[in-house]
Antibody, heavy 128, light 112 residues
């Protein structure tokens, strides 16, 4: 069964750090881009970060760039999100998801077709 | 970044009636590959989001044929031909031609 399982969430004070993990199973982990998407309580979905199959390219939403770091360990089939300098507005449910993508050689551009597998999420609460 | 704008944000529907959700992007999602990189997801109460439609109009595996996606460029529509009680949830559009993904605000579908 194709599965993603997040862990590592919890309660942290403003300015603190957390490291989220996402364990994958049931697919060739090293062949896919992966993403973190979060959802503040009662709010919509917000993309956080993407990482390429080999970890060589990483992209972040402006609000977390410089504070969060996405990484992966293909041998362990795991995705990570190191979150530093946490703020109250980082509170929410954090999902990891698998991206189905394609590379267009004529344009030299990566395209994301869809997010086909999502985990159940892990909750991060930033509060004093 | 591409901004995605959905309407309406709330959609009360009588079972058996059709429903339609609009999604507009600030830049064209039609790329040189010939595809529109626009997806639709639904998040049912208490669940993770799940894929409904990809590349503008292709139904994901297992999605009932009462769901359809259409549109091109900057204007897209998700249609449900006959709403059922199980369709309750929040529907999101998402763009994928950029490595910085963005979602629409979400449309909450409720049963009257």
């Amino acid at each position: 069964e194709v599965q993603l399982v997040e862990s590592g969430g919890g309660l942290v004070q403003p300015g603190g750090s957390l490291r989220l993990s996402c364990a994958a199973s049931g697919f060739t982990f090293s062949s896919y881009w992966l993403t973190w998407v979060r959802q503040a309580p009662g709010k919509g979905l917000e993309w956080v970060a993407n990482i390429k199959e080999d970890g060589s390219e990483k992209y972040y939403v402006d609000s977390v760039r410089g504070r969060f770091t996405v990484s992966r360990d293909n041998a362990k089939k795991s995705l990570y999100l190191q979150m530093n300098s946490l703020r109250a507005e980082d509170t929410g449910l954090y999902y990891c998801a698998k991206i189905r993508s394609g590379y267009d050689y004529p344009s030299g551009h990566w395209y994301f077709y869809y997010l086909d597998v999502w985990g159940k999420g892990t909750t991060v609460t930033v509060s004093s | 970044d591409i901004v995605m704008t959905q309407s309406p944000l709330s959609l009360p529907v009588t079972p058996g009636e059709p429903a339609s959700i609009s999604c507009r992007s600030s830049q064209s999602l039609l790329q040189s590959t010939g595809y529109n990189y626009l997806d639709w997801y639904v998040q049912k109460p208490g669940q993770s989001p799940q894929l409904l439609i990809y590349l503008g109009s292709y139904r994901a595996s297992g999605v009932p044929d009462r769901f359809s996606g259409s549109g091109s460029g900057t204007d897209f529509t998700l249609k449900i031909s006959r709403v059922e009680a199980e369709d309750v949830g929040v529907y999101y559009c998402m763009q994928g031609p950029q490595t910085s993904i963005t979602f629409g605000q979400g449309t909450r579908l409720e049963i009257k």
